[in-house]
């Protein structure tokens, strides 16, 4: 997979990819990431990619013509599956989502700022509108790397086992069961007889069923 993203803060961007599950999936060459800086598009003075609204109102508008550009330009050395712009007032991702992007070979993620972008932006390129919850930050940058973060590790061979991704919370519209390491009697708190048995069909069961109890009692919402 190939992930190109278009920001004005790249430096905001770069330290989750030097480190953990991200750094180790580039370096086994199973993701590229490259980042562009929106100001080496435009030929405004003092770099400038943003300008006032139209009709007056608070808050600076990202322009087209740079984001036209770059766009423009990485559209020429190849075909993209998606390009992404992160808004609040985007679809909000969830595991579905993530489980789709992860199987596409190249995209484009846009990361906004201040008012965002001109709409024109919206309505010619942009072909998925993605939030990473109901609040606004100051910059799509930290999106973006939730965004990458959530696809990434979905890719095969980026996590040590497989079946971990699996059996992660929200894959079957399902919140994760309890889990319990050594010891297995810590002050008293014991973990359930059940995982030291060794009957694996019995814990998948007990895990099954525990999964259902969280989610009704946390999130029931997801059983609807």
């Known amino acids: 997979m190939r992930v190109?993203?278009?920001?004005?803060?790249?430096?905001?961007?770069?330290?989750?990819?030097?480190?953990?599950?991200?750094?180790?999936?580039i370096d086994k060459g199973l993701v590229e990431i490259h980042f562009h800086n929106l100001r080496d598009y435009t030929d405004k003075s003092y770099n400038q990619i943003d300008d006032y609204q139209f009709g007056g109102g608070a808050g600076m508008v990202m322009m087209i013509e740079p984001i036209d550009k770059c766009?423009?330009?990485?559209?020429?050395?190849?075909?993209?599956?998606?390009?992404?712009?992160?808004?609040?007032?985007?679809?909000?991702?969830?595991?579905?989502?993530?489980?789709?992007?992860?199987?596409?070979?190249?995209?484009?993620?846009?990361?906004?700022?201040?008012?965002?972008?001109?709409?024109?932006?919206?309505?010619?390129?942009?072909?998925?509108?993605?939030?990473?919850?109901?609040?606004?930050?100051?910059?799509?940058?930290?999106?973006?790397?939730?965004?990458?973060d959530a696809v990434i590790r979905l890719i095969p061979g980026v996590l040590n086992n497989e079946t971990s991704a699996l059996t992660d919370t929200f894959q079957d519209n399902l919140l994760a069961p309890p889990v319990y390491t050594r010891p297995a009697d810590y002050k008293g708190n014991k973990v359930p007889e059940i995982l030291l048995s060794g009957n694996f069909p019995k814990i998948e069961e007990w895990r099954e069923n525990e999964a259902h109890k969280r989610t009704e009692k946390l999130r029931p919402d997801l059983l609807k």
């Open 4 to 25: 190109d993203i278009i920001t004005v803060l790249p430096e905001l961007l770069k330290s989750p990819f030097e480190a953990s599950i991200l750094k180790r999936a």
């Open 71 to 148: 766009i423009s330009s990485l559209k020429e050395q190849r075909e993209y599956d998606d390009i992404i712009y992160m808004t609040p007032d985007g679809a909000t991702l969830n595991q579905k989502m993530a489980n789709s992007l992860s199987l596409q070979k190249n995209i484009i993620i846009l990361c906004g700022h201040y008012k965002g972008v001109d709409q024109r932006v919206r309505d010619l390129f942009i072909t998925k509108e993605i939030s990473i919850g109901d609040y606004v930050l100051s910059g799509g940058e930290l999106g973006a790397a939730v965004l990458c």
